[in-house]
């Protein structure tokens, strides 16, 4: 089992960039994050393959937002530029076998979560 831990999270402001990271105890394969806004329920933001070779976006955060991962490091990370009050949400990545995934039922190990808030 997979223990993987987010940081980065905070407080910003409309425009404003954050970079996400998530370190992992172990080798992992595909890795997303995904995002969960009060009330709504968790959603795809991306995912990568472990070559780091090919990425998937969701529509919402393309041009914006960025996933890489430094495999030596066990880690993962999420550049978010141009942010916007609706990216506030907990930003949670996960591990999974199945290469660029959105659906949160392909991911096996999950993260506690970061906190994301961006006002206006």
């Known amino acids: 089992q997979v223990q993987l831990v987010e940081s980065g999270g905070g407080l910003v402001q409309a425009g404003d960039s954050l970079r996400l990271s998530c370190a992992a105890s172990g080798r992992t394969f595909s890795m997303g994050w995904f995002r969960q806004a009060p009330g709504k329920e968790r959603e795809f933001v991306a995912a990568?393959?472990?070559?780091?070779?090919?990425?998937h976006l969701a529509d919402s955060v393309k041009g914006r937002f960025t996933i890489s991962r430094d495999n030596a490091k066990n880690t993962v990370y999420l550049q978010m530029d141009s942010l916007k009050p609706e990216d506030t949400a907990v930003y949670y990545c996960?591990?999974?076998?199945?290469?660029?995934?959105?659906?949160?039922?392909?991911?096996?190990?999950w993260g506690q979560g970061t906190q994301v808030t961006v006002s206006s």
């Open positions: 990568i393959t472990y070559s780091a070779g090919n990425t």
């Open positions: 996960a591990a999974g076998k199945y290469s660029l995934s959105s659906s949160l039922g392909s991911y096996d190990n």
